[in-house]
């Protein structure tokens, strides 16, 4: 597990974050419905090269969740942007996933935050998206987010592994999990679904442009929840690179293919 021993407060909200390494920054955003726990895998592995920075999204992980809370992504690029701040940072390496994605992409082309590199995978970027589950959610939030707890439990375990090409781990259900349960946790879980909003992508789409750092954008080839497709035309956008398709690996690369996401932040480390 990867230790989170600080808090920045964010616009009002309590942000949770930890750092480990030693070498150029790199800041790692995880996506929905996870937190920075999904680098445990990775993080290790590039210790020696960089120094990692990792924090929970505002309403998600450690973070502080509470009532009538704004976790949308229109809040989330802000609070990268007050991050590096915090940090003290000009162009890190930036390595982003699904929600971590879009927010690193608003926060380029809105915020003017500027990387030396992005590797950027199975990212939420490009209409269409939101699942009939999504919405089903956004329509009935409170019904939701009031079902019996072992209704909530076995719903969360059986969204969890759509997200996985291979069969998760018990021991990564239970890290997934366990941020979304008891009545904060349960009600912050479906706060989250019902504010995913495909305008907050819809309002950079158009911006997207060849970045001017290294971009690497890498798609698994197995993705139920966002199809490989999609990750070929976000290459073709903002890279000068082809999308590169992960085999045996869905939408939650980190723990079906945990190694092709070091090898592509290893790649930037050789020519950035």
Same mark, same amino acid.
């Given at each position: 597990?990867?230790?989170?021993p600080?808090?920045s407060?964010?616009?009002g909200?309590a942000v949770?974050?930890?750092q480990l390494?030693n070498?150029p920054?790199?800041v790692a ?8 726990q ?6 290790p592995h590039?210790v ?9 999204l505002?309403?998600?992980g450690?973070?502080e969740?509470r009532?009538?809370?704004d976790v949308?992504?229109?809040v ?9 701040n ?15 994605g879009?927010t690193?992409?608003?926060?380029y082309?809105l915020?003017g ?18 699942s ?9 939030e /409170? !019904? =939701?987010?009031?079902?019996p707890?072992? @209704?909530? $439990?076995a ?5 969890l592994?759509?997200a996985?090409?291979n ?5 990564a ?5 366990a941020p979304?349960?008891?009545p904060?946790?349960? /009600? !912050? =879980? ?5 504010? @995913?909003? $495909? ?15 290294p971009?690497s954008?890498?798609w698994g ?5 966002i ?7 976000l ?7 082809p999308c590169?398709?992960?085999?045996d690996?869905?939408h939650?690369?980190q723990?079906?293919r ?5 090898a592509a ?6 020519i950035?």
């Amino acid at each position: 597990m990867l230790d989170l021993p600080n808090t920045s407060v964010i616009e009002g909200n309590a942000v949770r974050w930890g750092q480990l390494g030693n070498g150029p920054p790199l800041v790692a955003i995880h996506g929905t419905p996870f937190s920075s726990q999904v680098w445990r895998r990775v993080v290790p592995h590039l210790v020696d090269l960089y120094t990692v920075y990792f924090f929970d999204l505002v309403g998600y992980g450690q973070s502080e969740m509470r009532d009538d809370q704004d976790v949308s992504l229109a809040v989330q690029n802000r609070v990268l942007a007050a991050m590096f701040n915090e940090w003290n940072l000009d162009r890190p390496h930036v390595l982003a996933h699904d929600f971590g994605g879009a927010t690193a992409l608003r926060a380029y082309y809105l915020n003017g935050l500027r990387y030396a590199a992005l590797t950027i995978f199975d990212a939420v970027a490009l209409a269409p998206w939101g699942s009939p589950f999504v919405q089903h959610v956004r329509d009935h939030e /409170a !019904a =939701f987010s009031g079902m019996p707890e072992y @209704m909530h $439990q076995a719903l969360l375990r059986a969204y969890l592994q759509t997200a996985a090409f291979n069969p998760l781990s018990e021991e990564a259900v239970e890290i997934y999990s366990a941020p979304w349960l008891g009545p904060v946790g349960q /009600a !912050a =879980f479906y706060r989250q679904i019902a504010q @995913m909003d $495909q305008s907050y992508t819809d309002e950079v789409q158009g911006l997207y442009d060849a970045m001017d750092c290294p971009v690497s954008v890498l798609w698994g080839e197995k993705d139920e929840w966002i199809p490989s497709e999609t990750g070929q035309q976000l290459a073709t956008l903002i890279s000068n690179r082809p999308c590169t398709l992960i085999p045996d690996s869905g939408h939650l690369v980190q723990e079906d293919r945990p190694e092709a996401i070091v090898a592509a932040i290893l790649k930037h480390s050789t020519i950035t």
